[in-house]
């Protein structure tokens, strides 16, 4: 299959040493066996060629957090039920978690069809694992996610909610271990486990056993999160697993100076730790870019989308990217355009210095393409036109003049 008329970033344009804007060029690209085989020219295309009509092609996004369980989304319109702390927000989950069940699938795939909608390719599913479902929500999102196979890979992440030690000292995560889940969680080891040291050697134990990667969620502020994780390097060092562990959330990595943050970013890229942020309004954001610039891969997420801990969420990573963009004060096209590597798995069409790196042959033909004029103006617009290829097909939308 040809495609012609595909917008390609070619590099930057500079104004008195300053970048100002992108300079791009039209291609056609062939396609076979879920590749890109020939990148040429414009007009080059041969017989037959599907009409890009001038759609910029950008790397399609990975969403390595979302949740796609016990949620409203999909069903009736549900706001928050206040409450004042997380044990609250847990009890009232237990409550509900059973009744959830028979509406899961229909809203997984509610949500699935929500975010694969903007772009994305890929998804990390974290998926309740708990003494009261037990391994319900996996089995059910696993069918789910399967049946949509032709649109997007996953992994999925055995998450205890309900506290990692509660959880493992009832057999859940050594069975969802057994079953195959991808991806080991973790939890809040100070304060949802009240115990550091005994969560973290679980988490360890299991992950070292079983040959699985770690995904701790940590949302402790300030220094108890700071202490998380670096009792975490400890960890990862005697248990040699460096570039086996992610982050989410880190939300003391928001609370600290820049200087500390430099310092704690080359730890990060010392142990190949990667990040998961949501960008959070309600309280400092961790710089992610400065992670990025030291060589860690950040990945800005989803997180929940209209559940009970929050009814916000649209399932657009550029969204996302756009709120972080605004929250740190990137608002240059150099600036912008470099967020792009936080939604992509740190894939970008231009590398830091212009030249063009994406697409080449050979890459697999996952490509967004956007009615947009470079990654910083689709970033910056949110450009709603959109149109998914994945592994050569596509998934979603239509090009429009």
Known sequence: MWIKNVKL??????????????????????????????????????GKALDAKGYLALPTLKDNHVHLDKGHFGGPWKAVIPMNSVAERIQEEEEFLEDFLEDTPKK??????????????????????????????????????????????????????????????????????????EILGGLDPGKIDKDIEKSLKVSFDLAKKYNRPLDFH??????????????IFKYIENYNMKGRV???????????????????????KEYGISINTTQPLERPALPFMLYINEGVQVNVVNDNINDHWSPFGTGDIIEKLNTA???????????????????????????????????????????????????????????PERVVLFKGEFVKGEFEN
């Open 246 to 268: 992610s982050i989410s959330h880190g939300l003391s990595l928001g609370d600290i100076s820049f200087h500390e943050g430099q310092k704690m970013a080359r730890k990060f």
């Open 108 to 181: 997984a795939q509610a949500l699935i069809d929500l975010i694969t909608g903007f772009g994305a390719t890929y998804l990390q599913v974290q998926v309740n694992i708990d003494p009261v479902i037990g391994l319900e929500n996996y089995h059910l999102v696993r069918e789910v996610l399967e049946n949509n196979r032709h649109k997007l890979d996953f992994d999925m992440v055995a998450f205890p909610q309900h506290g990692n030690l509660k959880t493992y000292e009832e057999g859940f995560l050594v069975e969802a271990l057994k079953e195959g889940i």
């Open 218 to 231: 940590l949302h402790s502020p300030g220094s108890l999160g700071i202490y998380e994780i670096e009792r």
């Open 325 to 383: 963009c605004q929250i740190h004060d990137f608002n240059d096209e150099y600036s912008i355009s470099r967020t792009l590597k936080a939604a992509t798995g740190g894939i970008t069409p231009l590398d830091d210095q212009g030249n063009q790196i994406w697409p080449k042959i050979g890459d697999s033909a996952d490509i967004l393409f956007v009615k947009g004029e470079s990654s910083a103006h689709v970033i910056a617009r949110r450009i």
């Open 9 to 46: 970033e070619k590099g930057f344009y500079k104004e008195q040493g300053l970048i100002t804007s992108t300079i791009t060029e039209l291609a056609d690209l062939y396609i076979e066996d879920g590749k890109i085989v020939k990148i040429e020219k414009s007009g080059k295309a041969e």
